[in-house]
């Protein structure tokens, strides 16, 4: 199990840029997959992006490919999502994710485990 706090959402301009940074606590951090979600009111969780715990691999939502860049950083224990074209589409509570026990990088909320607390992003017309 770990421990995930995420931080840097705020409100932005469209067309402006944020980085979110998940810290996770936790001595086998290297082997969880990590994934960010995203929830705007009235709307359910949904997957934005996630990687693998070696980088080989991330995966996007179709609506933010080209725009959204996750990484991560196995020796700082951080995961980011870096924010660029920021629509108000955009605007939701943002948690990151984390599951351990798998190769493949999921879409599913169901298979992950621990989460944070969540950050707001609004991105204001």
């Known amino acids: 199990q770990v421990q995930l706090v995420e931080s840097g959402g705020r409100l932005v301009q469209a067309g402006g840029s944020l980085r979110l940074s998940c810290a996770v606590s936790?001595?086998?951090?290297?082997?969880?997959?990590v994934g960010w979600f995203r929830q705007a009111p009235g709307k359910e969780r949904e997957f934005v992006a996630g990687?693998?715990?070696?980088?080989?691999?991330?995966y996007y939502l179709d609506s933010v490919k080209g725009r959204f860049t996750i990484s991560r950083d196995n020796a700082k224990n951080t995961v980011d999502l870096q924010m660029v074209s920021l629509k108000p589409e955009d605007t939701a509570v943002y948690y990151c994710?984390?599951?351990?026990?798998?190769?493949?990088?999921?879409?599913?909320?169901?298979?992950?485990?621990?989460w944070g607390q969540g950050t707001q992003v609004t991105v204001s017309s």
């Open positions: 994710a984390a599951y351990a026990g798998a190769v493949a990088v999921s879409k599913d909320k169901n298979d992950y485990r621990d």
């Open positions: 936790g001595r086998t951090f290297g082997t969880y997959i």
């Open positions: 990687i693998n715990w070696s980088s080989t691999a991330s």
